[in-house]
Nanobody, 122 residues
Framework: QVQLVESGGGLVQAGGSLRLSCAAS????????MGWFRQAPGKEREIVAGMSRSGSRTYYADSVKGRFTISRDNAKNTMYLQMNSLKPEDTAVYYC???????????????WGQGTQVTVSS
């Protein structure tokens, strides 16, 4: 079992940056693949970035490649999403998640945080 809490969301202007954090407790962080997801009003939840259990493989949605970077610090049981060059279309609730299956597939994730709002103004 793992519990996840996101933080770091907020309001920024287009072109700005934010760093989201996901603090984990419970079973050791390194036991799980980790991912970041987002959901805008009226839209389906989608994967933004994922990382394998070992940290050796990553996945990024085409819409964020070159702008977002996923990382994890197992010693601190914390995962991060560095978001640069933010666009208004990045506005959404962002969730971190953990799972025992494929790191690049949404329905393979088992545990979810409560979400943190990211709003990017024009």
């Amino acid at each position: 079992q793992v519990q996840l809490v996101e933080s770091g969301g907020g309001l920024v202007q287009a072109g700005g940056s934010l760093r989201l954090s996901c603090a984990a407790s419970g079973r050791t962080f390194s036991s799980y693949a980790m991912g970041w997801f987002r959901q805008a009003p009226g839209k389906e939840r989608e994967i933004v970035a994922g990382m394998s259990r070992s940290g050796s493989r990553t996945y990024y949605a085409d819409s964020v490649k070159g702008r977002f970077t996923i990382s994890r610090d197992n010693a601190k049981n914390t995962m991060y999403l560095q978001m640069n060059s933010l666009k208004p279309e990045d506005t959404a609730v962002y969730y971190c998640a953990a799972g025992s299956g494929s790191y690049y597939t949404l329905n393979e994730y088992d545990y979810w945080g409560q979400g943190t709002q990211v709003t990017v103004s024009s």
